[in-house]
């Protein structure tokens, strides 16, 4: 169902890779509630994925860019400025890569130039992004952007490894930068952090079907899904919530809230009845 809460909006989406994305349903539902967009991904992501697809669906044009590469994001935004004719009302970033995650190192083992890439693609990319929109002057006042995050920002879980590092930098960037385009040009920066997703980069998380599963039990309302996540980043580009801003949003059914729920803790006693404890992990998993 179209509310037309976009109607006369343009804006960007960055991170459709393939339907699964996070990126790809937001781009879709944008489209429903009135928008226009334009997509970016990698130059790989453009060869590998099918982001042309969604581009032919929403009949829009695609600017290749590695987000941690200025030129690229400043080509972006003019490019996207050129197509509409004007500046965007919003931008969503969906952009995360980890090295390390990707050649299995972990925590303890980090490889710091896999770390610095880590850093550079999932957070400075968001800093570079809004400083480029800055200087370029491309978003209309009352503007909205968007970045996804996790909870491993916040609290610690197994396998997110250096992501969770990542992810808490990204929401320092939407509060420091958020301040200053707030106060500056009245365009908010905000990040939602959102329930454990089937999608390519979720599955590279260490125990992502048990990651969801203990989520899924713990939150009331069970996981949120890539279209729900969707529905929420549809209300933060639209005009009705306009003085949001500077927020790390949870979207995750509860989760962040909960210490200890009646259905992970039945999960819990069946697992200790059939001797699944600690001592059947492997040596190098106790350490992780
Ligand atoms: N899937 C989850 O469980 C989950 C949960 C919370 C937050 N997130 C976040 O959502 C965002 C989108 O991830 P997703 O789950 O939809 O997976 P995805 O794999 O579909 O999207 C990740 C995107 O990042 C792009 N990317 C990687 N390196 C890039 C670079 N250098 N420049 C530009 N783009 C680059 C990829 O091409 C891809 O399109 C990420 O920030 C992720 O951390 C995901």
Redesign the pocket.
Known sequence: MSFKLLEGKKGII?????A????WKIAERAAEEGAKITLS??QV?IRM?DVDKLAEKLDTIVVA????NIDDLENVLKKSIEHFGGKVDFILH????SPNVRKKRVYNDLDYNYLKSTFD??AV?FHKLLQSAWKLDAINEWGSVVA???VAAQRTFYGYND?ADAKALLESIARSFGYIYGREKKVRVNTIS????I????SG?RGLGQLLDFSERMSPLGNADGDECANYCITLFSDLTKKVTMQNLFHDGGFSSMGMSLRAMGQYEKGLKIGYGLETLPDKDKKA
Do not use: C, H, K, R
């Not at 959102?194 to 997703?197: E, G, L």
């Open positions: 960055f991170g459709a890779l393939n699964e994305s996070i990126a991904n990698t992501a994925g860019a590695d987000a941690t969906s952009i995360g890569m693609i999932s990319s996804l995050s996790y992501m959102q329930s454990p997703t999608t390519t980069a979720g998380v």
